[in-house]
């Protein structure tokens, strides 16, 4: 069996690391296909598959004078998880910033879901946010509940774009979100008041209402990291799992 792919996610999480760490400047040439494979002692076939997932990453880009390091604000959202590793973000910042991504696509999505949707989908959508109030504190069924709740939504208003950022946005978060190794002091019972808030207005029809209360949910989350963060700092934060409990989204 060829080794050429063990090889190539080693080099590939090393040029990775060096170039998001600043090793090679913005716009500077990566060593040729020739020294890195002598560098890293394999063929240029492996060497290829390397630069080809940094290119998928967006950190560099290939032109005809060589391999250019890109800026990494023009790389992919799955940039995020490798900062995250390397600790080039720290996780309070990483957290609440895509907590206010994700609270205004939500924001979005819903009122477009509501204005969009037929009385049989408002029935469909109230409940799904009351089993998504029913799953606080049990993580994995409230992340599969919102799941539910945000595929009916994009069902609902058809927006391809917001259906494809949300999905990498999401994706994200929940993989930095998903530390077991600290608790901050997220009250569920407010949490289920705003849902509720949520769900009231979809019953009730009023899409920006909805809009409102969702935007409200995701940054009464926000804030609440936020304190628990700035309790801990320097150190990590770490959510454990009333916080997954409460913000996978």
Known sequence: ??????????????????????????????????????????????????????????????????????????????????????????????????????????????????????????????????????????????????RELGEKMMDIHQNLVLRLVGNGVRTQFLGIAMEPDFEPNIDLDEVAGNLTAVRDAISSKDAWAASTAMTIHFKFLKERLQVAASQLQPQPLQPAQSARSATHG
């Open 1 to 146: 069996m060829s080794t050429v792919p063990s090889k190539a996610g080693e080099i590939f999480d090393i040029l990775r690391s060096e170039v998001l760490r600043g090793q090679y400047r913005e716009g500077e040439r990566l060593p040729s296909e020739r020294d890195l494979a002598a560098r890293f002692e394999t063929n240029r076939g492996a060497v290829r598959e390397v630069i080809k997932k940094l290119e998928q990453l967006g950190i560099v880009s290939v032109t005809p004078g060589g391999v250019r390091v890109q800026p990494v604000e023009e790389a992919s959202v799955e940039v995020l998880g490798h900062l995250l590793e390397l600790g080039e973000i720290p996780r309070p910042d990483l957290i609440t910033q895509m907590l206010d991504v994700l609270g205004a696509m939500m924001s979005v999505s819903v009122r477009t879901a509501v204005e969009n949707a037929n009385e049989e989908d408002i029935n469909e959508l109230a409940e799904l946010t009351e089993k998504l109030i029913g799953s606080l504190g049990t993580p994995d069924v409230h992340h599969e509940s919102w």
